[in-house]
Structure formats: C-alpha cells, structure tokens
C-alpha cells in the first residue's frame, strides 16, 4: 500500500461546501492503513482542523 498524501486534503476542501448543514471550522480526519506522506504530515502539524488517524491508532 501507498502512503496517503496530500490529494486528500484537496477533495475534502471541495467536498464540504456540497455537504449541508456545514457551518463554521470544519474538523477533517484522514484515516490510512499504511502511512501519510512527510508533506501530509507537516500539513496537519500546521493546520488544527486536520487530524491523521493510522490503523495503530485506532487499536492501540
């Protein structure tokens, strides 16, 4: 498996304006089986709304 990168990110932006009730800040969670990519990770370092969730995660 790949490692989930920033393309994510991108389609969410895009998705949520379509999704009603949406107001405000919206909270993304990113799940991946494998990894996310450096740059996805920088990315939600930076970013409060984005949180990476791994399979590690969710078991441990």
């Excluded at 990110?9 to 405000?24: A, E, Q, S």
């Amino acid at each position: 498996m790949g490692e989930t990168d920033f393309d994510e990110p991108d389609l969410m932006d895009r998705l949520i304006p379509r999704i009603d009730g949406t107001k405000g800040p919206v909270q993304r969670f990113l799940f991946s089986r494998s990894r996310f990519s450096g740059r996805l990770r920088a990315f939600a370092a930076e970013e409060s709304t984005v949180t990476l969730v791994t399979a590690a995660d969710i078991y441990a």
